[in-house]
């Protein structure tokens, strides 16, 4: 991998009952931060929104803060991004909001649990397909036994290909005007 304008991208998962990060957050946060150093990168991007109504901050946030306190990233390394619901958020929103926008990545490292590989790597893929688009690379951590049994039970890969059917891989107008009409987290 060429090095030059790396992100880590660590998607986000969510909050245990008491409101702090969960088993497979954290683990996607250390691997997120070993490679981060391992490759030498420039940009380490969290994700997530505020999905409880007790949330004073998005998760986004509460993940970046992890990392700084824990791992000791500068802030300006660190990237937040507050509006992703879902995976499919994440991969329109990092491409709209850091990739085409400002941080000229070229290489896009995405770091998720191995229950939630598969998915992600077909969401992003198909938004990530334009000739232009960074280069993907992906990492799993090993995730939480109950996630692995509720991924077997998700349905909404199958939502994705159903809403993206008529889309343009890779047409961000073309995938979020889908969003907006077709998928519930996005259209209220």
Known sequence: MNKANSAVLCLSHELNQLNQLSFDSIQRL?????????????????????????????????MAQYAVKNFSIHE??????PLAKDTIGEAYFVKRNFVKANLHINNLIVVT?????TRAKEIFEFIFSEANDP????YK??????CHTKEALNSSILQFREMTKFCKKGNL?????KMLKHHHLYND
């Open 141 to 146: 951590v090993p995730g939480e036994d109950a």
């Open 135 to 138: 280069k993907l690379y992906f």
């Open 30 to 62: 250390e691997k997120s931060f070993e490679i981060f150093n391992a490759h030498n990168c420039k940009n380490f991007i969290t994700t997530g929104w505020k999905y409880k109504k007790e949330l004073k901050i998005p998760l986004s946030k509460i």
């Open 113 to 117: 649990s191995d229950w939630h590989l």
């Open 76 to 81: 300006a390394a660190i990237h937040e991004e």
């Open 173 to 177: 107008d073309d995938i979020y005007s």
